[in-house]
């Protein structure tokens, strides 16, 4: 199955992932599901009746300094290289990576021509993020 130019996976950034939580738990019903990075920094999978549907994601300073809380949209790619050089090459821009997520994949951040934000994403495999 061909993956490249759906949405891939949804993430919050927030500077309190603890109310960010509660939040989402109380509205949405979202259960949580802790995921270590390799930095030992938790990242947290959102759970909606077993499955997952989006991550949530504590920043830090002095990486964040300044960064608002945000949502990002996740699009796959079949191959992050070539994207992001077809972004760049229609007016898009390079903002950080391509980096290795073991978790999703490879991922890169982007601007598209009207500067909005997004994550490509060449996925570990075509069964989606779990």
Not at 33 to 43: F, G, H, N, Q, V
Not at 100 to 129: C, M, N, R, W
Request: aromatic fraction near 12%; glycine fraction near 10%.
């Amino acid at each position: 199955m061909k993956v490249h130019g759906k949405i891939w996976w949804n993430e919050l950034l927030t500077w309190n992932a603890e109310s960010a939580k509660s939040f989402y738990a109380d509205i949405m019903g979202w259960s949580y599901r802790p995921l270590e990075l390799a930095d030992k920094s938790i990242y947290w999978i959102a759970m909606k009746d077993g499955a997952p549907v989006c991550g949530i994601y504590q920043m830090s300073s002095p990486v964040f300094d300044g960064t608002p809380n945000f949502w990002i949209s996740c699009i796959a790619v079949d191959d992050i290289n070539r994207a992001v050089q077809h972004a760049n090459s229609v007016g898009g821009r390079l903002m950080h990576g391509p980096f290795h997520s073991d978790y999703i994949g490879e991922v890169a951040l982007v601007t598209d021509g009207g500067g909005a934000v997004v994550a490509f994403v060449q996925p570990k495999s075509d069964a989606g993020p779990a």
